[in-house]
């Protein structure tokens, strides 16, 4: 399977990769705006920033779920790989660094150009952790290990989550177990976004979604999503 790495330019964690010596592609564009489109999957190794500046290990997908974009169209997810990005995942909660938080993000920023599959994995909050080149190396090692044996990786059900917080501690849990997880769209979306990316949180996938989970998301709500997501084939959970 042809699994391209990419880094940017632009990005400070693209250059401390860089410094270490990895021979990764580059791209000239932000991360989050870029056009590359090659390969079977496109993993992006980039900075995590955050108002909180918690130290973190981040995977996620692009996608812009509602009118507010950061790179990339608006109502547009990207193309998810449940099974890629739960390998990549569990490896990071292997590295031996309780400092940082590891976690799933919800769906966010661009680019949505690509019909390929996009998985960032990122490493925040700071420059001094951008910078930090023990700990970046051990973000990409972890991720070329998720790559290798992502076939061979336990993956009970494949799931799409609405709801919860931005840094997904449900949806975590259940990738850090024996689920494979999809498009996550957080609580602070949801009243925001439309019909048409409700169906790409199921559809817009390598592997066909089997389950969604809602965590904690009010009744009328809840049914106004379901107006849409009754359409498909699967399973309905509520925590």
Same mark, same amino acid.
């Given at each position: 399977?042809?699994?391209?790495?990419?880094?940017?330019?632009?990005?400070?964690?693209?250059?401390?990769?860089?410094?270490?010596?990895?021979?990764?592609?580059?791209?000239?564009?932000?991360?989050?705006?870029?056009?590359?489109?090659?390969?079977?999957?496109?993993? !992006?190794?980039?900075?995590?920033?955050?108002?909180?500046?918690?130290?973190?290990?981040?995977?996620?997908?692009?996608?812009?779920?509602?009118?507010?974009?950061?790179?990339?169209?608006?109502?547009?997810?990207?193309?998810?790989?449940?099974?890629?990005?739960?390998?990549?995942?569990?490896?990071?909660?292997?590295?031996?660094?309780?400092?940082?938080?590891?976690?799933?993000?919800?769906?966010?920023?661009?680019?949505?150009?690509?019909?390929?599959?996009?998985?960032?994995?990122?490493?925040?909050?700071?420059?001094?952790?951008?910078?930090?080149?023990?700990?970046?190396?051990?973000?990409?090692?972890?991720?070329?290990?998720?790559?290798?044996?992502?076939?061979?990786?336990?993956?009970?059900?494949?799931?799409?989550?609405?709801?919860?917080?931005?840094?997904?501690?449900?949806?975590?849990?259940?990738?850090?177990?024996?689920?494979?997880?999809?498009?996550?769209?957080?609580?602070?979306?949801?009243?925001?976004?439309?019909?048409?990316?409700?169906?790409?949180?199921?559809?817009?996938?390598?592997?066909?979604?089997?389950?969604?989970?809602?965590?904690?998301?009010?009744?009328?709500?809840?049914?106004?999503?379901?107006?849409?997501?009754?359409?498909?084939? !699967?399973?309905?959970?509520?925590?």
């Amino acid at each position: 399977m042809d699994i391209r790495f990419i880094i940017s330019k632009q990005d400070p964690v693209g250059k401390t990769i860089k410094d270490l010596g990895y021979k990764f592609e580059e791209v000239d564009e932000d991360v989050t705006d870029f056009k590359y489109d090659s390969g079977d999957a496109i993993i !992006v190794f980039s900075r995590h920033e955050s108002k909180s500046k918690i130290p973190s290990y981040t995977v996620h997908y692009p996608g812009n779920p509602t009118s507010q974009t950061l790179g990339g169209e608006p109502y547009k997810l990207g193309m998810a790989y449940p099974r890629l990005l739960t390998s990549i995942y569990r490896e990071l909660l292997k590295i031996p660094e309780n400092a940082l938080n590891k976690s799933l993000e919800a769906t966010h920023h661009g680019p949505t150009y690509q019909r390929t599959p996009i998985i960032f994995v990122e490493i925040g909050s700071s420059i001094e952790y951008w910078s930090n080149q023990k700990l970046v190396k051990a973000l990409v090692e972890a991720t070329l290990r998720g790559v290798e044996k992502f076939r061979e990786i336990e993956c009970n059900e494949i799931v799409s989550g609405f709801g919860g917080p931005h840094y997904a501690p449900l949806f975590s849990k259940l990738a850090g177990k024996s689920s494979c997880v999809s498009h996550i769209l957080s609580k602070y979306v949801l009243s925001e976004t439309n019909e048409n990316v409700i169906a790409q949180a199921i559809t817009n996938s390598i592997e066909r979604i089997n389950k969604v989970i809602f965590d904690n998301v009010n009744k009328e709500l809840k049914l106004k999503l379901l107006s849409t997501i009754r359409n498909f084939d !699967v399973a309905i959970e509520s925590v």
